[in-house]
């Protein structure tokens, strides 16, 4: 398995809602990346989880909130979003040694009313 | 601070012409560059990546950059670009983190 597998593909929620967008990759890689991309836009990083201990947190809104249960499983929780939000959110992982060559998922693109 | 730019951010080229894509980096230490490939409705993928050695590196699909130190630079090439390029193609450093500069699109004819 070489995939990081994310779901939901598409979520719609409103700005009271609470909900997770979910990760999970199983080619034993120990570090998980959550990144923000907006239309036209480069990926953004937000958070890095190394050995499942968020090691980075990009100063997001704490209406993001990240979890890493275990080595493969990685969530973004979305609590009280704003319209602004909207956007692709990638998850990502990587090795280590080469704790620098990431491989992505295929994206949740989030759209928040 | 480490940053990545790119200097094109949209190229139009004709099935066979060649492709050259600029990008620059500044970081202050020693970082690790790549390109990034997203091609439309699919996810970011890894074309090729340099970490020490030879700066010439050969990556996937016929793909090629060149790592030139002291022009802080990182150029993407392809002799003969093909209608499948067409994608938006992402430089990316790392130096403590993934840092990714803004993207070109491409755009081939066919």
């Known amino acids: 398995d070489t995939e990081v597998t994310q779901t939901p593909k598409h979520l719609v929620m409103g700005m009271t809602n609470k909900k997770s967008l979910k990760c999970e990759q199983h080619?034993?890689?120990?570090?998980m990346y959550w990144y923000k991309q907006k239309a036209k836009k480069p990926p953004e990083l937000m958070f890095v989880?190394?050995?499942?201990?968020?090691?980075i947190n990009e100063s997001v809104p704490s209406r993001f909130s990240p979890e890493c249960p275990n080595s493969s499983l990685l969530n973004l929780h979305l609590h009280a979003l704003q319209p602004e939000d909207s956007a692709l959110y990638l998850c990502?992982?990587?090795?280590?040694?080469?704790?620098?060559?990431?491989?992505f998922g295929a994206g949740s693109r989030l759209t928040v009313l | 601070a480490q940053s990545v730019s790119q200097h094109n951010h949209h190229v139009i080229l004709s099935e066979a012409a060649s492709l050259e894509l600029g990008c620059n980096y500044s970081?202050?230490?020693?970082?690790?560059l790549f390109w990034y490939v997203q091609y439309p409705g699919q996810h970011l993928q890894l074309l090729l990546k340099?970490?020490?050695?030879?700066?010439l590196v050969k990556g996937i699909k016929g793909f090629e950059a060149e790592f030139i130190k002291s022009k802080f630079s990182f150029n993407l090439r392809k002799p003969s670009v093909q209608w499948s390029d067409t994608a938006e193609y992402f430089c990316?450093?790392?130096?403590?983190?993934?840092?990714f500069g803004a993207g070109t699109i491409l755009r081939v004819k066919s």
């Open positions: 989880y190394s050995y499942e201990k968020l090691s």
């Open positions: 990502a992982s990587s090795p280590p040694p080469r704790a620098n060559v990431l491989t």
């Open positions: 340099y970490f020490s050695g030879d700066p």
């Open positions: 990316a450093g790392y130096g403590n983190k993934l840092v």
């Open positions: 080619m034993g890689h120990r570090a």
């Open positions: 970081y202050g230490g020693t970082v690790n």
